[in-house]
């Protein structure tokens, strides 16, 4: 079946180093996409979108990189701080009759070390 | 900055109560949604809610569940007889309308069924 999916369930990074973050799906009918952080104890905070007609897009030390050649999307966190640390979730939005629903991928969690 | 509040954070139940999860959403939104992390999975969508109809649900989203605008600001989420299975985190969120799905998300009830 259709699904959102993510390539790995941890990653740890040094301080000030960047972060990628991937995530795999396989609706082409999605019209974009977007990124959550999730921080203990929580609910998911939106970091940034992309519309699935763009390749990139940039915001306060993010960016978000889709490729629908191979059904795959990125966020990049340049010099990550301990602040980051969280579960990450990519999210396609979905149209149906009466408006748009958001399904989930399985998360990251980034762990910055000092 | 205005955000979505749920109440109560955690809620303990035992087996075959109802439960009652509140929320509140920004005040200009339109569409709202409830969703469901069981710990350590993913967020799953319940049910999206649109002048004052339901107007998409998944399959979790069964008999046992339904969801209310009582007024014009709270939003609640009632399952009717818990199961031990309905222990999760249940976020609800909010959109504004028209335009990108971007929804924001409450912080939670942690609902613990016993």
């Known amino acids: 079946g259709e699904s959102v999916g993510l390539h790995l369930p941890t990653l740890s990074v040094q301080e000030g180093d960047n972060s990628i973050i991937n995530c795999a799906y396989s609706n082409s009918a999605s019209d974009y996409f977007i990124w959550y952080k999730q921080e203990s104890g929580k609910g998911p905070q939106f970091i940034i979108d992309i519309r699935s007609n763009m390749d990139k897009r940039q915001g306060q030390r993010v960016t978000v990189l889709l490729n629908k050649t191979v059904k795959h999307l990125s966020l990049q966190i340049a010099a990550t701080q301990p602040g980051d640390s969280a579960v990450y979730f990519c999210a396609e939005n979905k149209r149906y009759n009466a408006g748009n629903m958001l399904t989930f991928g399985g998360g990251t969690r980034l762990m910055v070390k000092p | 900055e205005p955000e979505v509040t749920q109440t109560p954070s955690h809620q303990v139940t035992q087996m075959g109560q109802e439960v009652i999860l509140r929320c509140v959403p920004i005040?200009?939104?339109?569409?709202f949604y409830w969703y469901r992390q069981i710990l350590g999975q993913k967020v799953e969508f319940l049910v999206s809610?649109?002048?004052?109809?339901?107007?998409?649900k998944s399959e979790i989203f069964d008999d046992q569940f339904s969801v209310e605008r009582p007024d014009g600001s709270n939003f609640t989420l009632k399952i009717r007889s818990t199961k031990l299975e309905d222990s999760a985190m249940y976020f609800c969120a909010s959109r504004v309308g028209a335009g990108k799905n971007i929804q924001y998300f409450g912080a939670g009830t942690r609902l613990s069924v016993l």
């Open positions: 005040s200009n939104h339109l569409y």
């Open positions: 809610f649109y002048n004052n109809e339901i107007s998409e």
